[in-house]
């Protein structure tokens, strides 16, 4: 019996730190392959307490073997560099706010039990984060 509880215990304890693992998979670049199920045009609906709601849009693009994206928000649009960390694609980009840069960090992670994809964007390394869904057009 106390074989079985051991047993029990390692495997459990494997179970969490190899979830835990998962979730701080270390970024690496988008590739077509790798990015694949999120090419297209996202509408991101994402809300802050302190800010209130807003609407990004994302767009995720292959051609000739490599992928490019584009934000649009109410700053403007541009550029962004996309990786993939664990299921999720993330894109980041920097704005000019007043004079001041602000880096920002749009992550997109499938939730397969709600079935939708959820979307979180951090200003600034945390000064900020709205969170929210993403709907591929």
């Not at 609906?45 to 000739?64: E, F, M, R």
């Not at 960390?85 to 992550?107: E, K």
Request: charged letters at 15%; proline letters at 3%; a neutral charge.
């Amino acid at each position: 019996m106390r074989y079985l509880f051991c047993v029990a215990a390692l495997i459990s304890t494997l179970v969490v730190v190899r979830a835990a693992a998962a979730q701080d998979a270390k970024p690496v670049p988008a590739t077509p392959d790798n990015v694949a199920s999120f090419l297209g045009e996202w509408t991101l609906a994402v809300s802050n307490s302190q800010y209130g709601n807003t609407t990004i849009t994302l767009l995720v693009k292959s051609a000739d073997g490599k992928v490019t994206g584009q934000v649009t928000d109410a700053t403007g649009s541009r550029g962004v560099t996309l990786s993939k960390s664990g299921t999720s694609l993330v894109a980041t980009y920097t704005f000019d706010n007043n004079g001041m840069q602000v880096d920002t960090v749009i992550t997109l992670t499938p939730n397969d039990k709600e079935k939708r994809t959820d979307a979180l964007v951090d200003f600034a390394n945390g000064a900020a984060q709205f969170t929210g869904t993403a709907t591929k057009k």
